[in-house]
């Protein structure tokens, strides 16, 4: 459909492709699994601080609802695209059906750069953009998150927004939301924890010890942070870290709660103490045991999968490897692949906790939430790697297919409307 044209869309659908293929899906259905179930196109006037007012493009795509409402996050980023959009729910369906959630994927996002705005201008867009939508969200109809230049004070504002269109407060509505508005312990960390996680249940099957490993990350934003910082809890040292302004590298391991208490004051890992400037590029390639990127999307392509110097590829972003890479990368077999749709999984495992406290209004401690997080990481990843071995296939296909899976086997069984 050319309503999806992107490179990124391009992607997600050959990896669909792929697996379908797999699965022997038939022809008749593989559209209805592909293509989103229905998205939406907003523009979003904003008064500017400075009196003028400017129209952003805001975009909200809902991919299936064969398993229940759909969950995804919003992001705000001057690269937006409907077509990303799109991408970005599709692989959201296939993460919430592996980790067994009850629910469709989906994904939002404003065309804007969230620097440039001021704070007020931030919240008069987000107020705005969800308004515009809001008859498409809700708690039994799409549950939205933060996601890239978005966080809990942006959910915070949609849930107030919606809340006053309802007139009663509706806190499942959104999810990481701050925890004293219904928001979950735990659920800022989840996605970080869970990549550092699976990068240490890798580290166990190839026989890695994790003290003395070595980790790389890209993207220094609230996944790769907390991600760094768990793996250096594991006895990971920290090569090299970075953000989009640059990189940060020192042979000897970087101090991430030094590096933490840097970025809160200047704002970007660069010209953090005792370490030397690494370009984005370089840092992919350097030598390492765990590799975590997780800033965008194709970040490894063709041109420099084949320089890899990992391990463990452990997918923090969403879509960080073209399906170009990941055939050199399965010709090479030497990198374990931990998927995106599995590594990243955290976030959404733990919204779907903060999603179940709000309509019990019944809270769990910090504890019960990263463990019960941590169990179902597990299955997931015995899952998928036996898989993997049953089948002889790459740790992305075999993760892909259990996902795509439970979708088309929902599809078939509630059968098509006339």
Sequence with gaps: MDLYDHPTFAMAARQFDLVADHLGIP??????????????????????????????????????????????????????????????????SWKCALTGLPYGGAKGGVTVDPRKLSVAELERLTRRFTQEIISFIGPQIDIPAPDVGTNEQTMAWMMDTYSVHTGFSVPGVVTGKPVHLGGSLGRREATGRGVAYLAGRAMDMLGIASTGATAV????????????????????????????????????????????????????????????????????????????????????????????R????????????????????????????????????????????????????????????VDKLFRILEGAFVQVTQQAKRGKLSMRIAALSVGVKRVWEAKKSRGLFP
Excluded at 314 to 342: C, H, K, Q, S, Y
């Design 217 to 308: 990350v890209q993207g220094f934003g609230n996944v790769g942070s907390v991600a760094a910082y768990s793996l250096a809890q594991q006895g990971v040292k920290i090569l090299a870290v970075s953000d989009v302004g640059g990189g940060i590298y020192n042979s000897k391991g970087i101090d991430t709660r030094a590096l933490d208490k840097w970025v809160t004051a200047n704002g970007t890992p660069v010209g953090f103490p005792d370490s030397e400037p690494i370009s984005n590029s370089d840092m992919l390639c350097l030598a390492c045991d765990i590799l975590v990127p997780a800033a965008l999307e194709r970040q490894i392509t063709e041109a420099n999968a084949g320089n890899l």
């Design 310 to 369: 990992c391990r463990i590829l452990a997918e923090a972003a969403n879509g960080p490897t073209t399906p170009l890479a990941d055939e050199i990368l399965d010709r090479r077999g030497d990198i374990f692949v931990i998927p995106d749709v599995m590594c990243n999984a955290g976030g959404v495992v733990v919204s779907y906790f903060e999603w179940v406290q709000d309509l019990q209004s019944f809270f769990w401690s910090e504890q019960e939430v």
């Design 27 to 92: 022809d008749n259905d593989r559209d209805r699994l592909k293509y989103p179930k229905r998205a939406l196109a907003v523009s979003i006037p904003v008064r500017l601080d400075n009196g003028n007012t400017k129209v952003f493009q805001g975009y909200r795509v809902q991919h299936h609802l064969s398993l229940g409402p759909t969950k995804g996050g919003i992001r705000y980023h001057p690269d937006v695209t409907l077509g990303e959009v799109a991408a970005l729910s599709m692989w959201m």
